[in-house]
């Protein structure tokens, strides 16, 4: 089972500002990088942001990624119909000595 | 432009070993001080980390498919390689190769895959 819980859904209107939270623990997000992958419908989960907060060449300025503590959040600024996707957070866990990725959270646009 | 690509069987039989190919093309895999990882996806089901390699051939597993997964490189054919053996049920997949950056800074470990390949379904069924 995922060591990093999101929230199983979100959504919003156009334009709206949509925030998926990433919860973990001081071995993984507590102590290492937190980063987000986009899977849109069908296709390979795809780096958003890297680093906590850096965003890949090509990915809008409309994502954006914060760490705090033992938890990381994704904002999706000026939503879009283009971002109907899951949205997975990741980082290492330093316990359990491996990558772990977060639960998953589905993001639809009204 | 860097392209990651799997191939292999996309039926495997219980008990028996699962192996995929990934071609890595547009770069090559031993020239940076990149990682080349395995992640794979039950089907309507979240992201596992399988495993990395390091053209060196230096790896790292998830301890918990470790007993069972073996990741090697090719660099002269620019591919690595995954084989999972003794396969159940429960590997069936998508399974997605990737590049890996993986380094431990003094902030911690900096762990992201970018970019992946397609991935490949794989069955497991007699």
Redesign the interface.
């Known amino acids: 089972q995922?060591v990093l819980t999101q929230p199983p859904s979100a959504s919003g209107t156009p334009g709206q500002r949509v925030t998926i939270s990433c919860s973990g623990s001081s071995s993984n997000i507590g102590?290492?990088?937190v980063?987000w992958?986009q899977q849109l419908p069908g296709?390979?989960?795809?780096?958003l942001i890297?680093?906590n907060n850096q965003r890949?060449s090509g990915v809008p300025d409309r994502f954006s990624g914060s760490k705090s503590g033992t938890s990381a959040s994704l904002a999706i600024s000026g939503l879009q119909s283009e971002d109907e996707a899951d949205y997975?957070c990741?980082?290492?866990d330093?316990s359990?000595?491996?990558?772990?990725?977060?639960?998953?959270t589905k993001v639809t646009v009204l | 432009q860097l392209q990651l690509q799997e191939s292999g069987p996309g039926l495997v039989k219980p008990s028996e070993t699962l192996s995929l190919t990934c071609t890595v093309s547009g770069g090559s895999i031993s020239s940076s001080s990149y990682y080349w990882g395995w992640?794979r996806q039950p089907p309507g089901k979240?992201?596992?980390?399988i495993g990395s390699i390091y053209y060196s051939g230096s790896t790292y597993y998830?301890?918990?498919l470790k007993s069972r997964v073996t990741i090697s490189v090719d660099t002269s054919k620019n591919q690595f390689s995954l084989k999972l053996s003794s396969v159940t049920a429960a590997d069936t997949a998508v399974y997605?190769c990737a590049r890996h950056?993986f380094e431990r800074y003094s902030?911690?470990?900096?762990?992201?895959?970018?970019?992946?390949?397609?991935?490949t379904l794989v069955t497991v069924s007699s």
């Open positions: 995922s102590s290492n990088t980063n992958y296709t390979a989960p795809k780096l890297y680093s890949p997975y990741a980082a290492w330093d359990l000595n491996r990558g772990v990725f977060g639960t998953g | 992640i979240g992201l596992e980390w998830n301890p918990s997605y950056e902030s911690g470990w900096y762990n992201w895959f970018d970019p992946w390949g397609q991935g």
